[in-house]
């Protein structure tokens, strides 16, 4: 971006210096070890950072990248970290972003994920994890009540939850037929009844935290701008970036080697992760443990109690499905074990980061042409009601597994039940934070396990 000189002031505060890609870089490397809390939490740290402490974006122009982050499938808090590195500093600025936004919590995860596989057997290890296991449960309730206070607004958009809670636990439909349903009732009740799927969204903000670098009237840079050329460029990059390292594994292994298919799942799954990391879990849970059988349903329960503890986007979930998968089924051999796992992770936040930054670069210049706020959002409406049928059904499944470990023909867990209670009590009641929550639970779960 181009140099911008402090001669504008407003209210006291003149307009901040241009920011060198150096120094974004250091900011985002830091953002990626500190976003914690979710995707809430995430977009709270930046709008601290961004809009109200350094002035780097205007509130208006950070809501509207929001509102079109909002609209695609993947985690639309990383998806904002590129959009607004991409918008200051180009295409390798909004890679920089995208990409510190996520590595912290890659390495972080493949440090727990081996611990958790190598010693999860260890008494003090396994007992914390039997007090996690309750809290997960609870914390997945909490997603499907947040976010359906949110989406559930009349009776058209809960009979689309509770079609989509019965689709998928009596009829086991798959994921991807749920959202493409939701989309076409969206697209057709959008037009027939506009008044039932209207949603407020992010909408403009008045408010002002003084000049920014990036403001309400400042000009889209000469990047910004939409060039078919560029999207078609775009387009055939990303093409050989998703190309390349699948036609390597196929060659490789094969196209039924685990890898492989790993590449191709969860290329599918980042196309599919509308509403969020809990929207996509119940696909991946499908697809992970039911039809591949990477690892089990508590292993997935495991994993996503380790997401929910480190910083970054919870669909980092996948690095851990991916690397207990090829932990397991030893896919270099008895001897290259943590190899296995640690390529597979890292493959898989490959495949499904990397439509993230391309629907950000090839979209950005279409969101810059207009800062009006985005339309065509009854099909979002409608997927996201949906959604929180399958969060809904998400922890049905956690809490049977929880519960119940021998099925319904054993007996009720009780300890797990209280500790389920009492870390719903804590969300709902207290609104203690994930974090707090889960490690509270570890402790009580790891005296009962001890004292048994």
Request: proline share 5%; hydrophobic share 55%.
């Amino acid at each position: 971006m181009s140099k911008v000189l402090p001669s504008t002031v407003e209210g006291g505060l003149s307009k901040p210096e241009a920011i060198s890609l150096r120094e974004a870089f250091w900011f985002w490397l830091k953002l990626g070890f500190i976003s914690f809390g979710g995707p809430a939490g995430q977009i709270s740290i930046m709008h601290q950072e961004l809009v109200e402490r350094r002035r780097w974006i205007s509130q208006r122009r950070f809501l509207h990248a929001l509102n079109y982050c909002m609209l695609l499938p993947g985690p639309e808090a990383q998806q904002l970290a590129t959009y607004i590195g991409w918008l200051m500093h180009r295409t390798w600025g909004g890679v920089i972003a995208g990409v510190l936004f996520v590595l912290p919590s890659l390495f972080i995860l493949i440090a727990l994920s081996w611990m958790y596989i190598a010693f999860g057997e260890v008494p003090v290890v396994a007992g914390l994890f039997y007090g996690i296991k309750p809290a997960v449960t609870a914390i997945v309730v909490q997603a499907a009540h947040r976010i359906g206070s949110r989406a559930l607004k009349n009776n058209w958009l809960w009979a689309i939850a509770a079609a989509s809670f019965a689709a998928i636990f009596a009829f086991n439909v798959p994921f991807p037929l749920i959202v493409l349903g939701a989309a076409l009732i969206g697209y057709v009740g959008g037009r027939l009844a506009p008044e039932k799927f209207r949603t407020g969204g992010h909408g403009a903000a008045k408010k002002s935290f003084g000049p920014a670098l990036i403001d309400d009237d400042t000009p889209s840079p000469e990047h910004a701008r939409f060039s078919g050329f560029k999207l078609a460029l775009l387009a055939l990059t990303g093409a050989v970036l998703w190309a390349l390292p699948m036609g390597i594994l196929i060659v490789l292994f094969g196209w039924e080697g685990t890898l492989t298919q790993m590449g191709w799942f969860f290329t599918k799954a980042a196309l599919l992760t509308f509403g969020g990391a809990y929207a996509v879990l119940p696909y991946v849970y499908q697809g992970a443990v039911g039809h591949y059988g990477w690892l089990t349903p508590t292993q997935m329960i495991d994993g996503l109690a380790l997401g929910e503890t480190t910083p970054g986007p919870l669909i980092m979930v996948v690095a851990f499905v991916g690397f207990v998968g090829a932990y397991v089924s030893q896919v270099f051999g008895a001897d290259h074990v943590f190899l296995a796992g640690a390529v597979a992770a890292t493959l898989v936040t490959w495949f499904t980061f990397l439509p993230s930054f391309l629907f950000i670069l090839a979209g950005g210049p279409l969101v810059e042409s207009t800062h009006n706020e985005l339309k065509f959002t009854a099909p979002l409406t409608a997927i996201t009601a949906a959604v929180v049928g399958v969060i809904l059904n998400l922890a049905c499944f956690f809490g049977y597994h929880v519960l119940w470990p021998q099925g319904f023909s054993g007996n009720l867990d009780w300890p797990s039940a209280l500790i389920a209670i009492l870390a719903a009590i804590a969300l709902f009641r207290f609104k203690r934070g994930v974090i707090q929550v889960l490690m509270a639970c570890a402790l009580v779960g790891l005296a009962v396990h001890l004292l048994r």
